[in-house]
């Protein structure tokens, strides 16, 4: 049984597009128009019974290309309307409705949207379509991120910037580009309603609303190669699989007539599941890390992830209070005994009788005493927070001894050291935690993040008018401590947003050893591989010799603030490149400020925006070279230590 529809067999074609003549013509029987409602409103069943699901199915095909070529022709008069990938069905509706007003030719445009909201499955089966994919039905805007204009969710939109990166480095000829991700049911009807009046053609070129890659919770992605060169070769699909196989993706579908293709993302917790699970790790942290790189948005790739499990690794065995080894107890025994043996040798038998009290003699020897025992090579049971502990008492008693004498203060030498040793005593011991980070870097690094204060207001205190990050408060949720105002899952978002994150995506360059100078710079410090580059440039240029340590200019004691009353031999090489070079550069350019900018930087994005950088590294030179010193805890260079923790993480 077919439906009799006056004009119905005239409209329909499936291979041929229908010609769209003025609308107002097909409107007029307002007969015809009630009677396709209550078909639909009826899902045909009081008119096809009996007629088996061939006949239902062949009667819905015929209905389903009617409404379509009806509502092509009024849609292809609303494409103003901005297509949003996270349109939602209610919303797309109501914008028809606005955009009609009172045309009754809106009436089978949504009667169309509404049979491709609960019936488009159907479609499937009448014209063979190659899409396959369910209907992704929550919130989309809560779980994707806008990533190059399409809609990704924030894991997979790290792993194929991971991908992307990579690729366009490798291949010379190629770029890849990102052309859509997610796309909600609603936005898919708009592309598969507008782009062919015959149905049959639109549903080869465009998948029915919901059945496609892109509408699942982790979608699909398009993507598109471009041919930067004039001689055309084969595109390199093969490289973009095997490229962003390590990242999660794979082959979907590829065509080399358009050069477009998709690509499968396989999932963040599908790359990590297999990490997280070794035995290495402990409990605690393999249980607190994952939900902290969510909560900060942070996914480094998996070889990546391995690489910051292996730094922790080699800087604390994963522990957030780590015991102290030999090596650190030997440069603490050395620093300290020296600090505190000044103090105490500066005072002579009869001077010391006259000055400290029995009592103030005993609290130093006893100082020693825990030195010793602490820095002790035969016992194993020292941790770092423990260290830090006694240091706070060495401070407490060197306060108390200074309050006590501080109007003999003029009298000697012995005065004299003990305000310096107050002074370092403030500030030491410097690393903590899980990474070993240096806490008095950390801190002005948080305190320059004015949105860390809303975010983590346990740890600030109002210090004379202003809002400071108090020192000790922050040792206590490096080291873990339980009583310590940061929970640890916070602590490591911190960890995260401040020192991890900024350091990783540095040393994004679509490089094999990206990861290799990242871990160098855990020992020689942040940005020291391009500051180490920057000087070798300026030997070549200059023929200096300067050493490549990774440092252009003198910092301020504890402190990552430059100390400007003090310019370095490098910072002066840096100066005389820009007099002698005087004709490279554009006449707004004010040298000292310039060679400010490239001793401040904070990024490679930074340096990469200076004119003197650029003019100075060229486009053949390396940007990162491993700094030319050694550790004096380690005995290490950074490129030994780099290549240590490179081994440490293939057992991740």
Known sequence: MFLDIPGLSSFYSDQQPGNCGPLENLWDDSDRIQQVNQLINRKLNSLISGS???????????????????????????????????????????????????????ILTITWLNYLRTSSSRLNSYFNTPYTGNTYTEDPGKRYVIHQNALLTPGQA??????????????????????????????QFLQFSSSNPALGLAIKSNPPPGLSGHSLPIPHIRVRLVDNQE???????????????????????????????????????????????????????????????????????????????????QESTIQWNPKLNLQKKRYLGERFHHLLGKLKKSVPGS??????????????????????????????????????????????????????YKKMARIGQWFFDLKKLKSKLEFEPQTFGLWQINVNHLKEKIESYRQLRRAYPEIYQLSNGTWQVNRSWLIDALSGIREARLSRRRTLELIIHTHLRPRYENHLLGDDEDLLYFSAENMAGEMSTFRAAIQERLNNKMNTRL??????????????????????????????????????????????????????????????????????????????????????????????????????????
């Open 52 to 106: 088996g699901q061939t006949g239902y199915l062949a009667v819905e095909r015929k209905l389903a290309s009617f409404l379509h070529w009806q509502s092509y022709c009024y849609l292809k008069k609303l494409e103003t309307i901005p297509i949003d990938n996270r349109l939602t069905w209610d919303n797309l509706k109501e914008q028809l409705s606005q955009a009609s007003g009172s045309d009754s030719s809106s």
């Open 158 to 187: 790290s792993m194929w910037h991971h991908c992307q990166i990579r690729f366009n480095r490798k291949s010379d000829l190629w770029q890849v580009v990102l052309e859509t991700g997610f796309e909600s049911p609603a936005s």
């Open 231 to 313: 001689i055309s070769e084969s595109p390199p699909w093969t490289l973009l699989y095997e490229t962003c196989s390590e990242f999660g993706f794979d082959a979907a579908y590829s065509d080399s007539t358009n050069l477009k293709g998709e690509l499968r993302f396989a999932g963040i917790e599908e790359l990590y599941n297999e990490i997280f699970l070794n035995p290495l790790i402990p409990v605690n942290i393999a249980r607190d890390l994952p939900p902290a790189l969510q909560e900060a948005g942070f996914y480094p790739s998996p070889r990546g992830l391995r690489t910051i499990l292996a730094l922790s690794a």
């Open 351 to 404: 001077v010391s009788t006259l000055f400290l009290s029995a009592e103030h003699k005993k609290q130093l020897d006893h100082l020693f005493k825990e030195l010793n025992e602490l820095t002790d090579p035969t016992r194993d049971r020292a941790r770092e927070y423990d260290f830090y502990l006694w240091s706070r008492k060495a401070l407490l008693l060197i306060d108390e001894l200074f309050q006590s």
């Open 547 to 652: 050493v490549t340590d990774g440092d252009l200019t003198y910092y301020l004691a504890y402190s990552m603030r430059v100390d400007w009353e003090r310019p370095s031999k490098s910072y002066r090489v840096l100066r005389d490149f820009v007099d002698r070079h005087q004709y490279y550069f554009s006449p707004a350019l004010v040298p000292d400020k310039e060679v400010a900018k490239v001793c401040r930087a904070s990024s490679w994005n930074d340096l990469t925006k200076l004119e003197l950088y650029k003019k100075l590294m060229g486009n053949k030179s390396p940007p990162r070279v491993f700094p030319g010193i050694k550790s004096a805890l380690y005995d290490q260079t950074p490129l030994d230590y780099a290549r240590l923790v490179r081994k440490k993480s293939m057992l991740f």
